[in-house]
């Protein structure tokens, strides 16, 4: 059973960071191409980041690039997402996903996503 788990959350201020982690189970996770995407109130879901399989090729919303970075530690079977430079329009409740596949394409597709975690609330405020 496909399992991940979001951690990390929490209230940050502007210009301050945070570091997402995403605990993944129950397959194989070096596989598989992995994203973040987040939500904020009111508005609709929204593909932040996505990593390939071993890593080397990251992709970014234009709204996070040069701020937010993702990585995986596959041995740890964990994905992050460090975010710095935060501003109050980066809270959101933030969910990684699992892609269908290594090469899944285009990665910041998330209809093609087949599992989800339950998501870490982003705060950033003063």
């Known amino acids: 059973q496909v399992q991940l788990v979001e951690s990390g959350g929490g209230l940050a201020q502007p210009g301050g960071s945070l570091r997402l982690s995403c605990a993944a189970s129950?397959?194989?996770?070096?596989?598989?191409?992995m994203s973040w995407a987040r939500q904020a109130p009111g508005k609709e879901l929204e593909w932040v980041s996505g990593?390939?399989?071993?890593?080397?090729?990251?992709y970014y919303a234009d709204s996070v690039r040069d701020r937010f970075t993702i990585s995986r530690d596959d041995a740890k079977n964990t994905l992050y997402l460090q975010m710095s430079s935060l501003k109050p329009d980066d809270t959101a409740l933030y969910y990684c996903?699992?892609?269908?596949?290594?090469?899944?394409?285009?990665?910041?597709?998330?209809?093609?996503?087949?599992?989800w975690g339950q998501g870490t609330q982003v705060t950033v405020s003063s």
């Open positions: 996903a699992k892609g269908p596949r290594e090469d899944y394409a285009p990665i910041e597709d998330f209809n093609g996503y087949d599992s």
């Open positions: 129950g397959f194989i996770f070096s596989r598989y191409a």
């Open positions: 990593i390939y399989s071993g890593g080397k090729d990251t």
